[in-house]
């Protein structure tokens, strides 16, 4: 499986942005992390995709939204009430079996290309 990642931009805080990460193939999961400069990189959302069950860091839980499109094995990150810290090189992420380690990193082994998240003040 393959991922590409698209969407980002630049964009002023309180506003929007959308990510979207189309797999080549089916998944257990898909998550999106996030990586900022001098930072280590950590766990923004995912989706089960069997079940659509969803999970968020605390800090973008009622700011951001993970959806799909099952068709297009697509999944997407809606970003809303951005804040400056939220800029980061996103990146999303997928296993083909869910793990109740869905927040670590080291659980996945295929990866997108990064793509960049700027919020300014």
């Known amino acids: 499986v393959q991922l590409q990642a698209s969407g980002g931009g630049l964009a002023q805080a309180g506003g929007s942005l959308r990510l979207s990460c189309a797999a080549s193939?089916?998944?257990?999961?898909m998550a999106w992390f996030r990586q900022a400069p001098g930072k280590e990189r950590e766990f923004v959302a995912a989706m089960r995709w069997g079940d659509g069950n969803t999970r968020y860091a605390d800090s973008v839980k009622g700011r951001f939204t993970i959806t799909r499109d099952r068709a297009k094995v697509t999944v997407y990150l809606q970003m809303s009430s951005l804040k400056p810290e939220d800029t980061a090189v996103y990146y999303c992420a997928a296993r083909p079996i869910y793990s109740v380690r869905y927040y670590d990193p080291e659980q996945y082994d295929i990866w997108g290309q990064g793509t960049q998240v700027t919020v300014s003040s």
């Open positions: 193939g089916r998944t257990g999961v």
